[in-house]
T-cell receptor
Framework: DQQVKQNSPSLSVQEGRISILNCDYT??????FLWYKKYPAEGPTFLIS?????DKNEDGRFTVFLNKSAKHLSLHIVPSQPGDSAVYFC??????????FGAGTTVTVRA | NAGVTQTPKFQVLKTGQSMTLQCAQD?????MSWYRQDPGMGLRLIHY???????DQGEVPNGYNVSRSTTEDFPLRLLSAAPSQTSVYFC??????????????FGSGTRLTVV
């Protein structure tokens, strides 16, 4: 039973516009959340994270929002660039090193 | 600094064969893990290790063995390959502090096909 769910398998966005990726989780014990980005034939690379004691974390063009009451987090990419075209994975952890991943969302940025 | 190195990158096995997927890291990381990626399922944890000599099972350990004799190496052994083990396998490492700040460092993956 997947504890982390990304219900949108794909997202297409125009260059310069905002990309919003969503993630839902079921385990209320998760206390750390991460986003990974993956290009074809490469391993996932860490993008941004957020602790459960926060509701927002920002790093350049990337912002992650956490709504604990709704068990929902989202990743905003502003502005979207062609190099952002990749698969994005949401992941969660219960205060340790084991991560539970969502199925991923493929983002395509159109010129 | 090579990071996490996985070999081979591609492998085709016949059902029933055994093989070892190699993983090495040069960052002196304590924590290492093996994940498999399947379409529509994300990455699932197979086995993990918190240091040399210590390993434990993850979410989908059946059919796989691991050992951790050194800090650097964490090989994954398929005992008797089955078509259900066709997947992309990723090895990852973390210094233990980094998993909550910088996440895991992943290798580039091994694409395994069992026929």
């Amino acid at each position: 039973d997947q504890q982390v769910k990304q219900n949108s398998p794909s997202l297409s966005v125009q260059e310069g516009r905002i990309s919003i990726l969503n993630c839902d989780y079921t385990n209320s014990m998760f206390d750390y959340f991460l986003w990974y980005k993956k290009y074809p034939a490469e391993g996932p690379t860490f993008l941004i994270s957020i602790s459960s004691i926060k509701d927002k974390n920002e790093d350049g063009r990337f912002t992650v929002f956490l709504n604990k009451s709704a068990k929902h987090l989202s990743l905003h990419i502003v502005p979207s660039q062609p190099g952002d075209s990749a698969v994005y994975f949401c992941a969660a952890s219960v205060n340790d090193y084991k991560l539970s991943f969502g199925a991923g969302t493929t983002v395509t940025v159109r010129a | 600094n090579a990071g996490v190195t996985q070999t081979p990158k591609f492998q085709v096995l016949k059902t029933g064969q055994s093989m070892t997927l190699q993983c090495a890291q040069d960052m002196n990381h304590e924590y290492m893990s093996w994940y498999r990626q399947d379409p529509g399922m994300g990455l699932r944890l197979i086995h993990y290790s918190v240091g040399a000599g210590i390993t434990d099972q993850g979410e989908v350990p059946n059919g796989y063995n691991v050992s951790r004799s050194t800090t650097e190496d964490f090989p994954l052994r398929l005992l008797s390959a089955a078509p259900s083990q066709t997947s992309v396998y990723f090895c990852a490492s973390s210094d233990g502090q980094g998993v909550t700040n910088y996440g895991y460092t992943f290798g580039s993956g091994t694409r395994l096909t069992v026929v």
